[in-house]
């Protein structure tokens, strides 16, 4: 069973940085594209970014290209969005989502179907 444990979320002013991480469990993690999503309070949940399975492929919503980054970790089956230089229009429940096996990462949000709980992320003007 798969299972995604967000952390690093929290209150920063506008320009600010945050760090979220991810701890994935239940699945061969390196087989897997992963990923963040995000939804605004009376948004549909969208994509934001995902990494392929070895790293060495990334995707991002035009939104954030430039000011977030996405990593992970193979050994310690953890992924990292660092996001810089915030805006008040990324304020939002951030979740970790991880893809389907051997695929390739997409900005389609419907391909990946497994998410954590959320860290919420809240950018004051």
């Known amino acids: 069973q798969v299972q995604l444990v967000e952390s690093g979320g929290g209150l920063v002013q506008a320009g600010g940085s945050l760090r979220l991480s991810c701890a994935a469990s239940?699945?061969?993690?390196?087989?897997?594209?992963m990923g963040w999503l995000r939804q605004a309070p009376g948004k549909e949940r969208t994509f934001v970014t995902a990494?392929?399975?070895?790293?060495?492929?990334?995707v991002y919503a035009d939104s954030v290209k430039g000011r977030f980054t996405i990593s992970r970790d193979n050994v310690k089956n953890m992924v990292y969005l660092q996001m810089n230089s915030l805006k008040p229009e990324d304020t939002a429940v951030y979740y970790c989502?991880?893809?389907?096996?051997?695929?390739?990462?997409?900005?389609?949000?419907?391909?990946?179907?497994?998410w954590g709980q959320g860290t919420q992320v809240t950018v004051s003007s």
């Open positions: 989502a991880a893809g389907r096996i051997g695929r390739l990462p997409t900005i389609r949000s419907e391909e990946y179907p497994n």
């Open positions: 239940g699945m061969t993690f390196s087989s897997y594209p």
């Open positions: 990494i392929s399975s070895y790293g060495g492929s990334t």
